[in-house]
T-cell receptor, first 114, second 117 residues
């Protein structure tokens, strides 16, 4: 069955520090992978996506993610975090073999301290 | 492009009433739309897949008679929460599938906060 795991429920980093959010997936075929960000009370904003090709994907707001098939991972990174990056981050995999359903991880809440 | 809107953004209703939430794809046609539910501090859970002109497909555990979905056009899907109760209070998010790529992406609406008193 398809699933997505985000091991870190909550992460706190200092502004200017680097960031890595972990995502592991279980999927029977070549996955399409996504990272979304959600500010409080808001919808989802797509940060980046991986379909195929170069395993290092660049996204908006200075984020990047690397697809590692051998580790079934798609970790999100940012070299220098800004206070405005504080939000909830969701990793997702899709589509499924039975449709275009997305499977979301449980999310990682990011706090940025001055 | 690829904007999805939801209306209302926030609604408060009394227990026992019905609430309709609209999801619109503003600049593209969406054959398929999805409805998600999100509890505080939790992830999105898919409730149902809505296909234009046909019945929605509900995920296991979702009551189709309680959460009525209508996808009457290629740009509009509605979710009606019938006889709402406090436990139905949640953040409801829709997404619409669209795009010219071989893989149709999902574009998410801003969500609707439902509070049932």
């Amino acid at each position: 069955a398809q699933s997505v795991t985000q091991p870190d429920i909550h992460i706190t980093v200092s502004e200017g520090a680097s960031l890595e959010l972990r995502c592991n997936y279980s999927y029977g075929a070549t996955p399409y992978l996504f990272w979304y960000v959600q500010s409080p009370g808001q919808g989802l904003q797509l940060l980046l996506k991986y379909f195929s090709g170069d395993t290092l994907v660049q996204g908006i707001k200075g984020f990047e993610a690397e697809f590692k098939r051998s580790q079934s991972s798609f970790n999100l990174r940012k070299p220098s975090v800004h206070w405005s990056d504080a939000a909830e981050y969701f990793c997702a995999v899709g589509p499924s073999n039975t449709g275009n359903q997305f499977y979301f991880g449980t999310g990682t809440s990011l706090t940025v301290i001055p | 492009g690829a904007v999805v809107s939801q209306h209302p953004s926030r609604v408060i209703c009394k227990s026992g009433t019905s609430v309709k939430i609209e999801c619109r794809s503003l600049d593209f046609q969406a054959t398929t739309m999805f409805w998600y539910r999100q509890f505080p501090k939790q992830s999105l859970m898919l409730m149902a897949t809505s296909n234009e002109g046909s019945k929605a497909t509900y995920e296991q555990g979702v009551e189709k008679d309680k959460f009525l979905i209508n996808h009457a056009s290629l740009t509009l899907s509605t979710l009606t929460v019938t006889s709402a109760h406090p436990e139905d209070s949640s953040f409801y998010i829709c997404s619409a599938e669209g795009g010219s790529n071989s893989y149709n992406e999902q574009f998410f609406g801003p969500g609707t906060r439902l509070t049932v008193l």
